[in-house]
C-alpha cells in the first residue's frame, strides 16, 4: 500500500459530519425563500407504488426509463421522478403527472412555469435519492455511496484542481477517506448547481476538502467573486453515504440560509436496502 492509498478497512462514516435529524413532517412543509429543503428517500417502492409512481410519468421519461438495461435501473429511475413529481407536486398544489420539466443544454430539468421561483435538484446512489428544493436561484445536490478506493493519487489528479490535490495531499492518511469525498461531492453539488456538468473543467474551480472546515467554494476561474454567489453546504444522508448541496446566494448579509431536511412519509426510509440509518429520522 503506497503512502497515497485509502485503507479500506475504516467505518464508512465521514469523521466530521454532524448528526443530522431528516424530519418527516407532519403537514407538506412551507418554504421560505430564505431555505432549501432536502428530502431523502429510497429508490426501491413496493410494486404497487412504483406502478403508482409510474402512471404519473411524461413520454419522455417513459422512453429514458426504457432505455435502461441493467438490473434494477429502469425502475430505480421510475421512483426517482415519480417522487420527484410527487414531492414537486406538493409545492406547487398540482398533480404529479400535470408537472411539465425543460431540460438545460447539459440536461439539468427544472420546471417549465416561468411563473415558478421553485428550483431543485435531484441526485441518487445506488437505492438512495435526495431531492433539492429552493426558491433563491440555482441548486446542486450530490450523494455518493463511500466506499473504499486504492489509486487516490490518480483519481484526485484528474478529479481534482492543483490546489485541491495540494490540500489531500497535505493531509494525513487518516483524514484522506473523508477529505476525498468531502471534495467530491462538493464538486459534483457545485457543478449540478450550476447545470453545466462535464463540460466545465473539473481544475477550473476549487473547495474546500479539509476535514473540519467549512464547506466552501474557495476558487472559480474567471469569477473572482464566486464565493457571494453561492453557499454550499454538507449533508449526511446516513451511515454510508457523503452528500453536498450547492445554493444560489441571493443575498450577502443576511446570515446563513437555513437548510431543512425531511423523509417524505415514514415508509420512505424502507425503499431502500437497509442502508440508510434509521436512527436518524426520529418519529
Ligand atoms: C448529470 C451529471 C451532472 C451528474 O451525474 P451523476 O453524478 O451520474 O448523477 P446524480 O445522481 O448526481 O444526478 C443525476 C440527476 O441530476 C439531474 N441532472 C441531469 N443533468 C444535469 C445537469 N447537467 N446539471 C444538474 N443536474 C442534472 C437529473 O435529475 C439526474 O437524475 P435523473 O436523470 O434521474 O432525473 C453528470 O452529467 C456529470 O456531469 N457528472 C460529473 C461527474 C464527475 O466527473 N464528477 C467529478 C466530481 S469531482
Redesign the pocket.
Given at each position: 500500500m503506497d503512502s497515497t492509498t485509502i485503507p479500506g478497512e475504516h467505518s464508512f462514516e465521514m469523521d466530521f459530519a454532524p448528526t443530522e435529524i431528516w424530519l418527516n413532517p407532519e403537514r407538506f412543509p412551507e418554504l421560505h425563500p430564505s431555505e432549501a429543503h432536502v428530502w431523502r428517500f429510497g429508490l426501491e417502492p413496493p410494486a404497487t407504488e412504483l406502478a403508482e409512481l409510474e402512471s404519473t410519468l411524461d413520454d419522455r421519461e417513459l422512453r429514458?426509463a426504457d432505455s435502461f438495461r441493467g438490473k434494477g435501473l429502469r425502475s430505480k429511475?421510475v421512483a426517482?421522478?415519480g417522487m420527484?413529481r410527487r414531492l414537486l407536486g406538493g409545492y406547487l398544489g398540482e398533480a404529479p403527472s400535470r408537472i411539465a420539466f425543460t431540460y438545460?443544454a447539459?440536461?439539468?430539468?427544472e420546471l417549465a412555469s416561468d411563473r415558478t421561483e421553485f428550483r431543485f435538484?435531484?441526485?441518487?446512489?445506488g437505492s438512495l435519492a435526495l431531492l433539492a428544493v429552493t426558491k433563491a436561484g440555482a441548486v446542486?445536490?450530490?450523494?455518493e455511496a463511500l466506499r473504499p478506493f486504492e489509486n487516490a493519487e490518480r483519481i484526485i489528479e484528474r478529479?481534482?484542481s492543483k490546489a485541491e490535490q495540494k490540500a489531500f495531499l497535505d493531509l494525513p492518511e487518516s483524514e484522506r477517506f473523508t477529505a476525498f469525498y468531502l471534495?467530491?461531492t462538493r464538486?459534483?453539488a457545485y457543478?449540478?448547481?450550476?447545470?453545466?456538468?462535464?463540460a466545465t473543467r473539473?481544475d477550473s474551480f476549487d473547495v474546500s476538502l479539509t476535514p473540519g472546515l467549512p464547506a466552501a467554494l474557495l476558487r472559480v476561474e474567471d469569477d473572482p467573486d464566486a464565493h457571494k454567489h453561492w453557499e454550499m453546504f454538507d449533508l449526511n444522508p446516513g451511515e454510508g453515504f457523503a452528500g453536498a448541496l450547492v445554493v444560489a446566494s441571493s443575498r450577502e448579509s443576511q446570515g446563513p440560509r437555513e437548510i431543512r431536511r425531511f423523509v417524505p412519509f415514514s415508509g420512505a426510509e424502507t425503499w431502500d436496502s437497509g442502508k440508510i440509518d434509521r436512527h436518524q429520522s426520529p418519529r
Open positions: 429514458r429511475f426517482g421522478r420527484l438545460g447539459n440536461g439539468k430539468p435538484n435531484l441526485a441518487h446512489t446542486g445536490v450530490d450523494v478529479f481534482f471534495g467530491w464538486k459534483e457543478l449540478k448547481a450550476v447545470g453545466t456538468g462535464l473539473l
